[in-house]
C-alpha cells in the first residue's frame, strides 16, 4: 500500500512537471511589466505569470498566518484544560474507591 501511494506521488509529480515545462515553453513571448508607477524590464510571460502565482503563495499564507496562530494557541489552551480534567476524574477515582468500605 506504501509503494502505491509513493507511485501515485511520483506519477502526479511528474505530470505537474510535465504541464510546468509545457506552460513555459509555449509562453515565451517577452512582455514589459507596467505597475502604472514602475516598468519592470521585459522577461517572458511565464517567468511573470508563475512570479504573480508565487507571489500570490506567499501573500495568502502570510495572510493566513494570524488565523492559524489564533488556532493554535486555542487547540493548546484546549489540551491543556483536558489534561485538567482528566487529573481531577483520576482523583476522583481514586478518592472515590479509598471511601468504598
Not at 34 to 58: C, K, R, T, Y
Not at 80 to 100: A, S
Request: aromatic share 4%.
Amino acid at each position: 500500500m506504501r509503494w502505491l501511494k509513493g507511485l501515485l506521488l511520483a506519477i502526479i509529480l511528474l505530470g505537474v512537471l510535465l504541464i510546468g515545462i509545457l506552460f513555459a515553453v509555449n509562453n515565451q513571448q517577452t512582455v514589459p511589466l507596467n505597475l502604472i508607477w514602475l516598468e519592470l524590464p521585459a522577461a517572458s510571460l511565464s517567468v511573470w505569470l508563475l512570479g504573480a502565482l508565487a507571489s500570490g503563495v506567499v501573500l495568502g499564507m502570510l495572510a493566513m498566518t494570524g488565523v492559524w496562530l489564533r488556532l493554535r494557541t486555542l487547540l493548546t489552551r484546549a489540551q491543556r484544560h483536558n489534561r485538567q480534567q482528566r487529573k481531577e476524574l483520576d482523583r476522583l477515582r481514586v478518592q472515590e474507591l479509598k471511601e468504598l468500605p
